[in-house]
């Protein structure tokens, strides 16, 4: 009789397991695999890449955990390859060199897609900073109710999408964001809509024999005219008054227009300069410092460069409990940001500066639409200093202007509405110079429900008219460590043109912790290194009247050193197995033939 089976040890079990493992991770089969699922993989990502751009393709394939996963265990492989020929003979040097190597160039890869830092710095001239943007999206969010603020840096996705991920906001009292989309390349649309309590509105053609332009005006502050360039247009329940100019003696310099929670207020220039005047329907108070009849800008500072209302302006301060605001008024420019500084307005306040006693100029020309009390509407033409009666407006109707041979109509008239603007997708491809891409988000605060259309740098209010918050879409800022300061900016061309041949700027490195404060000069071949970062100039902006910007590239990869090692290492493997092969040759190097010769 067979004696019965002592049966299988768990040491010889776990042994035989070992050896499987390490002979399975080992196995040239298992290599052959993972470099075929690389190259598939990386033929993929070229294919997204020249398709939707890099961006889209480190988001989809590079940076991924797959990836990382996919590389890490071809650095296995290659590893208990090496493992497998101990003990190491000199025939294996080179080969072991070379798969060192290669761990070693993966190893790096890992270590620059997790610690890699790639941003930007824009400094004008006599500007330090010591803070770089980087290309993470950042949510910041103000309530001005409670003082409560919150920064959320956040993920889009890699193409365009459409949904609903809804947003941590840590300790942040009764408010709820949404990401509802994403379009990585868009066209902004403004549509007008019939709404019951809304302004009036029309929609126009302006045109001639060479051209044809489209527009949309509602009989609301900022939203009533469009400059064409030639001529203004304009919706208005007023009719043109008779150019006046102002006279020396004249005490109306003009009115500021306020908007604070759908009301709208109107301070006088003059009864509020160099006093505080109370702004109505507002808890707010206003002080003018200066008044500017020809505003222009010289060495960095606004003055005034005549009497003449050529580009009036207003300096001034709106006083609250817990408020000081410097702002400064444009009226011909009514668009630009008012607001001293970069924090956000806590007012909520939207300022428009109405100056009176205009020169003529280059906005001498107007079409203006008017819609009288009985709902019905007329036109007027301006032309330097002539201006039509009212003639009666049929919608459809082909009118001259008087100028330029263009005509207008009407399209469409809408009693009451409102403007919807929102943004469309567009195709995205690598070729793209400048995409716009737009995020649009959704807010919840106490049972209210608002959605924001927002691109890089927006900052807007939302429930403005109970608890407003302040919004703000940007980038993620990381602290450098250091402050680097921009002496100037300097730039050469080309002889004889404006063509730039090459430009660069002193600057000045600050680090009071190492006691670090000297002047360097960064171009584009020769970048400054400190810290374990390198600082290039990438880029400038150049505006007239205002100082000159540099823009730099600063990168600190942590990688890069390892990927060099392992190249190094890898390619003296290589000549190793190449060195050692030719020496270990059993043929001879020559033939008795060759020797005789």
Same mark, same amino acid.
């Given at each position: 009789m067979k004696p019965k089976s002592q049966g299988v040890s768990p040491y010889y079990i776990l042994r035989s397991f070992l050896f499987s493992f390490f002979n399975f991770f080992a196995s040239l089969k298992l290599a052959v695999f993972l470099l075929v699922v690389l190259g598939v993989t990386l033929a993929a990502g070229t294919f997204i890449e020249s398709a939707s751009g890099t961006k889209a393709a480190q988001q989809m394939v590079y940076h991924t955990a797959a990836f990382s996963l996919?590389?890490?265990?071809?650095?296995? @492989?290659?590893?208990?390859?090496?493992?497998?020929?101990?003990?190491? &003979?000199?025939?294996?040097?080179?080969?072991?060199?070379t798969h060192a190597g290669i761990i070693m160039i993966i190893f790096g890869s890992w270590m620059t897609t997790r610690f890699a830092i790639d941003g930007q710095l824009a400094l004008a001239e006599g500007e330090r900073g010591n803070q770089i943007s980087v290309d993470v999206p950042l949510l910041q969010i103000f309530n001005s109710q409670t003082k409560q603020s919150i920064e959320v840096p956040f993920k889009l996705p890699?193409? &365009?999408w459409e949904g609903n991920k809804p947003f941590i906001l840590h300790d942040f009292d009764d408010v709820a964001v949404n990401l509802l989309a994403f379009f990585p390349h868009s066209k902004p649309v403004e549509k007008i809509v019939p709404k019951a309590g809304g302004s009036s509105?029309?929609?126009?053609? /302006?045109? @001639?024999? @060479?051209m044809r332009m489209g527009g949309r005006l509602l009989e609301e502050q900022g939203k009533d005219?469009?400059? +064409?360039g030639p001529a203004v247009v304009r919706f208005s329940s007023q009719e043109i008054p008779l150019p006046t100019?102002? %006279?020396?003696?004249?005490?109306? +310099?003009g009115d500021l227009i306020f908007n604070y929670q759908g009301k709208q207020s109107r301070v006088s220039v003059s009864k509020a300069l160099t006093k505080e005047v109370s702004i109505p329907n507002t808890p707010f108070k206003i002080k003018i410092n200066r008044y500017l009849s020809h505003a222009i800008? !010289?060495?960095? &500072? +606004?003055?005034d460069r005549g009497e003449a209302a050529v580009n009036p302006a207003c300096e001034f301060v709106i006083l609250g409990k817990k408020t000081e605001e410097k702002h400064t008024a444009f009226a011909f420019f009514p668009d630009f940001p008012t607001l001293h500084g970069r924090a956000p307005s806590q007012t909520g306040l939207k300022i428009h500066f109405e =100056?009176?006693? +205009? !020169?003529?100029?280059?906005? =001498? @020309?107007?079409?203006? /639409? *008017?819609k009288n009390a009985s709902g019905k509407l007329f036109y007027q033409t301006k032309t330097q200093q002539t201006v039509i009666p009212p003639v009666p407006v049929e919608v459809g109707k082909e009118y001259a202007t008087g100028w330029m041979h263009l005509k207008f109509l009407v399209k469409t008239f809408f009693p009451e509405a409102e403007l919807k603007s929102y943004f469309e997708p567009l195709p995205l491809s690598p070729q793209e110079k400048n995409p716009r891409p737009v995020v649009l988000m959704g807010f919840q605060k106490n049972g209210q429900e608002a959605k924001l259309w927002l691109q890089r740098g927006d900052h807007q209010f939302v429930f403005s008219e109970s608890a407003p918050l302040h919004v703000i879409y940007g980038e993620k800022n990381i602290p450098l460590g250091f402050d680097i300061e921009l002496k100037k900016f300097m730039i050469d061309y080309y002889p004889g043109s404006e063509r730039p041949a090459a430009f660069k700027s002193a600057v000045k490195l600050i680090d009071p912790s190492k006691g670090v404060d000297r002047e360097v000069e960064i171009s584009m071949n020769k970048p400054l290194s400190y810290r374990g970062f390198k600082v290039f100039q990438s880029g400038y902006q150049l505006s007239e009247g205002r100082p000159k910007v540099s823009i730099f590239s600063v990168g600190r990869d942590p990688g890069i050193p390892v990927k060099y090692a392992? %190249? /190094?290492?890898? *390619?003296?493997?290589?000549?190793f197995m190449f060195y050692l092969k030719r020496f270990s040759s059993s043929k001879p190097l020559y033939s008795n033939e060759s020797e005789k010769k």
């Amino acid at each position: 009789m067979k004696p019965k089976s002592q049966g299988v040890s768990p040491y010889y079990i776990l042994r035989s397991f070992l050896f499987s493992f390490f002979n399975f991770f080992a196995s040239l089969k298992l290599a052959v695999f993972l470099l075929v699922v690389l190259g598939v993989t990386l033929a993929a990502g070229t294919f997204i890449e020249s398709a939707s751009g890099t961006k889209a393709a480190q988001q989809m394939v590079y940076h991924t955990a797959a990836f990382s996963l996919l590389l890490g265990v071809l650095a296995m @492989n290659l590893a208990f390859a090496a493992l497998a020929r101990l003990p190491w &003979q000199k025939k294996h040097v080179g080969f072991v060199m070379t798969h060192a190597g290669i761990i070693m160039i993966i190893f790096g890869s890992w270590m620059t897609t997790r610690f890699a830092i790639d941003g930007q710095l824009a400094l004008a001239e006599g500007e330090r900073g010591n803070q770089i943007s980087v290309d993470v999206p950042l949510l910041q969010i103000f309530n001005s109710q409670t003082k409560q603020s919150i920064e959320v840096p956040f993920k889009l996705p890699p193409r &365009q999408w459409e949904g609903n991920k809804p947003f941590i906001l840590h300790d942040f009292d009764d408010v709820a964001v949404n990401l509802l989309a994403f379009f990585p390349h868009s066209k902004p649309v403004e549509k007008i809509v019939p709404k019951a309590g809304g302004s009036s509105a029309v929609e126009f053609d /302006i045109f @001639n024999e @060479n051209m044809r332009m489209g527009g949309r005006l509602l009989e609301e502050q900022g939203k009533d005219s469009m400059d +064409l360039g030639p001529a203004v247009v304009r919706f208005s329940s007023q009719e043109i008054p008779l150019p006046t100019k102002k %006279s020396a003696s004249s005490d109306s +310099l003009g009115d500021l227009i306020f908007n604070y929670q759908g009301k709208q207020s109107r301070v006088s220039v003059s009864k509020a300069l160099t006093k505080e005047v109370s702004i109505p329907n507002t808890p707010f108070k206003i002080k003018i410092n200066r008044y500017l009849s020809h505003a222009i800008v !010289e060495n960095n &500072q +606004l003055v005034d460069r005549g009497e003449a209302a050529v580009n009036p302006a207003c300096e001034f301060v709106i006083l609250g409990k817990k408020t000081e605001e410097k702002h400064t008024a444009f009226a011909f420019f009514p668009d630009f940001p008012t607001l001293h500084g970069r924090a956000p307005s806590q007012t909520g306040l939207k300022i428009h500066f109405e =100056a009176s006693g +205009l !020169e003529q100029g280059a906005s =001498a @020309n107007e079409l203006r /639409i *008017i819609k009288n009390a009985s709902g019905k509407l007329f036109y007027q033409t301006k032309t330097q200093q002539t201006v039509i009666p009212p003639v009666p407006v049929e919608v459809g109707k082909e009118y001259a202007t008087g100028w330029m041979h263009l005509k207008f109509l009407v399209k469409t008239f809408f009693p009451e509405a409102e403007l919807k603007s929102y943004f469309e997708p567009l195709p995205l491809s690598p070729q793209e110079k400048n995409p716009r891409p737009v995020v649009l988000m959704g807010f919840q605060k106490n049972g209210q429900e608002a959605k924001l259309w927002l691109q890089r740098g927006d900052h807007q209010f939302v429930f403005s008219e109970s608890a407003p918050l302040h919004v703000i879409y940007g980038e993620k800022n990381i602290p450098l460590g250091f402050d680097i300061e921009l002496k100037k900016f300097m730039i050469d061309y080309y002889p004889g043109s404006e063509r730039p041949a090459a430009f660069k700027s002193a600057v000045k490195l600050i680090d009071p912790s190492k006691g670090v404060d000297r002047e360097v000069e960064i171009s584009m071949n020769k970048p400054l290194s400190y810290r374990g970062f390198k600082v290039f100039q990438s880029g400038y902006q150049l505006s007239e009247g205002r100082p000159k910007v540099s823009i730099f590239s600063v990168g600190r990869d942590p990688g890069i050193p390892v990927k060099y090692a392992g %190249s /190094i290492v890898m *390619i003296l493997g290589v000549l190793f197995m190449f060195y050692l092969k030719r020496f270990s040759s059993s043929k001879p190097l020559y033939s008795n033939e060759s020797e005789k010769k």
